[in-house]
């Protein structure tokens, strides 16, 4: 395999999280709206939360305005993290904390990647 279908692969790998999550989302928004409610976290959030899953991802697929939505996807990471996975007495919330900076580590990568590759 070429370093070109290695890029797209992961490329693909990482923005699929974000868009089938935003799917997922949009499936069982009354769900979602009451879960972002229960950490006392208003819900109108939800929608411009699920535009960035959806959007940002296809836009970094095709590395159309990129850099915009990898920073998009960053702050998503990090408020994710911030507001629902901050229990760091809870396992599974602190796996979930460290998975979303993993993501965040991964996007700034492609951003930076892409940044290099175009000057």
Same mark, same amino acid.
């Given at each position: 395999?070429?370093? @070109? &279908? *290695?890029?797209? /692969?992961?490329?693909?790998?990482?923005?699929?999280?974000?868009?089938?999550? !935003?799917?997922?989302? /949009? *499936?069982?928004?009354? !769900?979602? %709206? =009451?879960?972002?409610?229960?950490y006392d976290f208003p819900s109108?959030?939800?929608?411009? %939360?699920?535009?960035? &899953?959806?959007?940002?991802?296809?836009?970094? /697929?095709?590395?159309? &305005?990129? @850099?915009?939505?990898?920073?998009? /996807?960053? =702050?998503?990471? =990090?408020?994710? %993290?911030?507001?629902?996975?901050?229990?760091?007495?809870?396992?599974?919330?602190?796996?979930?904390? *460290?998975?979303?900076? %993993? *993501?965040? =580590? !991964?996007?700034?990568?492609?951003m930076v990647s892409e940044t290099? @590759?175009?000057?």
């Open positions: 395999m070429k370093y @070109r &279908e *290695l890029d797209f /692969l992961f490329r693909l790998s990482i923005v699929a999280v974000f868009f089938f999550n !935003g799917i997922s989302k /949009l *499936l069982n928004i009354d !769900g979602v %709206a =009451a879960w972002m409610e229960s109108f959030f939800l929608f411009p %939360a699920v535009a960035i &899953e959806i959007i940002a991802p296809l836009l970094i /697929l095709f590395r159309i &305005e990129q @850099r915009f939505s990898c920073l998009s /996807l960053m =702050a998503f990471c =990090a408020l994710s %993290a911030l507001v629902f996975h901050f229990d760091f007495t809870n396992q599974v919330q602190t796996t979930a904390f *460290l998975k979303n900076m %993993a *993501l965040m =580590a !991964g996007i700034y990568f492609l290099r @590759r175009s000057s």
